[in-house]
Nanobody
Framework: QVQLVESGGGSVQAGESLRLTCAASGSGFNFNAMGWHRQAPGKQRELVALITSGGSTHYTDSVKGRFTSSRDNAKNTLYLQMNNLKPEDTGVYYC?????WGQGTQVTVSS
């Protein structure tokens, strides 16, 4: 059974950085396109970054230039480097692949 486990969240001040990690484990895992999603309080979950199996990345407009997603296929690990964080980046961040979701990691950015 495939599992995704996020880590790296925390509480930071605006302008600071965090690096999220999503580790995949279990048999039958195919490192296909993976996404980072976030759910802010009172809002719907949104896709913020997508990385294809070949490493191409796509970002929602609000994080372009600040967030960078990368992957290490050998380690079955996905990363999200978040720089110049803003209060509106606050939320629970999830990684997902092929309908499988992690448990999420909380990111809180204070002004």
């Amino acid at each position: 059974q495939v599992q995704l486990v996020e880590s790296g969240g925390g509480s930071v001040q605006a302008g600071e950085s965090l690096r999220l990690t999503c580790a995949a484990s279990g048999s039958g895992f195919n490192f296909n396109a993976m996404g980072w999603h976030r759910q802010a309080p009172g809002k719907q979950r949104e896709l913020v970054a997508l990385i294809t199996s070949g490493g191409s990345t796509h970002y929602t407009d609000s994080v372009k230039g600040r967030f960078t997603s990368s992957r290490d296929n050998a380690k079955n690990t996905l990363y999200l480097q978040m720089n110049n964080l803003k209060p509106e980046d606050t939320g629970v961040y999830y990684c997902a692949c092929d309908g499988i979701w992690g448990q999420g990691t909380q990111v809180t950015v204070s002004s």
